[in-house]
């Protein structure tokens, strides 16, 4: 037998089902787990149930929060007439880390992919509409991938008439990357994108 | 600020003190968490509470086991004259999988290491020794490193007066390796263990 024990074959399927975790990382996780004292494992568990039952959606933004409005959407220091547009609740962790931007947030969660079903229905989108009144500029922060580029055009179709000023993130070569090895569509943006300098 | 959630926050915390879990991966796990629906957390969040209270360690051969002793143990199909002494519980596992291997295991819980203290009282060393009545032969299968060779001869110099067989698992050439790419010490090892053909 391999595991002698059902609820140890239990903890390594559990860690296994996560994403980027292999069987064999999952048995080293569990092994680990075994080793630590009762209170690791309750805190452990109990993050697990706070996080469902404390965290849900934003009813502005969309993003994850606690409080509603989230402090983002609540906060009095940031501007409210600039919206940056993303994809997924990590693309706002993944801005506020830079600690450049200190205007709203949109999360639509997903894009539009015909070819999967998801249609503007699924996303944030009528949710974004509805919250432009007194708004100047909305910058697109979507994936630079065939379904973020569709939904941008579909999200400049929707705004363009509103007469809001709308942006795009830069897409070109990556900080501390190499242009021998960038891809073409990477090379072929960075130059179409050009700066005077 | 970084997470619009405490919870979040302490769930990433949690998962990025899991060993090869970094603060990265940690994230992208609490994301998915989110995505997921909520009997797949109780799900997740039982299975760590289960394992700390339902498993202990076998009385006889100090595995991890729900039943004392543990399935291996307490089988009728296996020979009880042999034991296979390992360091660690996932060492049973890495044994079990070959399938090749039917008799009985010891699991001492680390390996003799001066430097950090660990002493032969720190280990199922005396719990080895006091089951040895009837056992014909005792198969070493510690870690080929220094604490692995270290604990090896102190237990062979405890064995050795019983007049039971001892015998140690080969090192040599892992299979599926390249003798280029293996370091001295293997080589040197493989060439003092050969065998005739």
Redesign the interface.
């Known amino acids: 037998?391999?595991?002698?024990?059902?609820?140890?074959e239990?903890?390594v399927?559990?860690f296994a089902s996560?994403?980027?975790?292999g069987r064999k990382?999952a048995?080293?996780?569990?092994?680990?787990?075994?080793r630590q004292d009762?209170s690791y494992?309750?805190?452990?568990?109990?993050?697990?149930?706070?996080?469902?039952s404390?965290?849900k959606f934003?009813s502005n933004c969309y993003?994850?929060?606690?409080t509603d409005p989230?402090?983002?959407c609540a906060s009095k220091k940031r501007n409210t007439s600039i919206i940056c547009v993303v994809e997924?609740?990590?693309d706002?962790?993944a801005i506020?880390?830079t600690g450049e931007y200190f205007s709203q947030y949109h999360v639509l969660h997903g894009s539009l992919n015909p070819l999967d079903g998801i249609g503007p229905g699924d996303l944030k989108i009528a949710e974004l509409i509805q919250r432009l009144d007194g708004v100047e500029e909305i910058i697109l922060a979507l994936n630079p991938s065939v379904e973020g580029e569709v939904t941008m055009q579909y999200l400049v179709k929707m705004i363009r008439p509103l007469d809001i000023k709308i942006t795009r993130i830069a897409r070109g070569l990556p900080i501390g990357s190499d242009l021998e090895f960038a891809d073409e569509a990477t090379i072929s943006r960075a130059i179409e994108g050009r700066i005077e300098i």
């Open positions: 037998m391999l595991y002698t024990s059902e609820s140890m239990k903890t399927d559990m996560l994403p980027t975790i990382t048995q080293r996780l569990t092994f680990f787990l075994l009762e494992i309750d805190k452990f568990s109990e993050s697990l149930q706070e996080l469902k404390n965290v934003c993003n994850y929060t606690e989230c402090p983002i997924e609740p990590n706002v962790n506020e880390k």
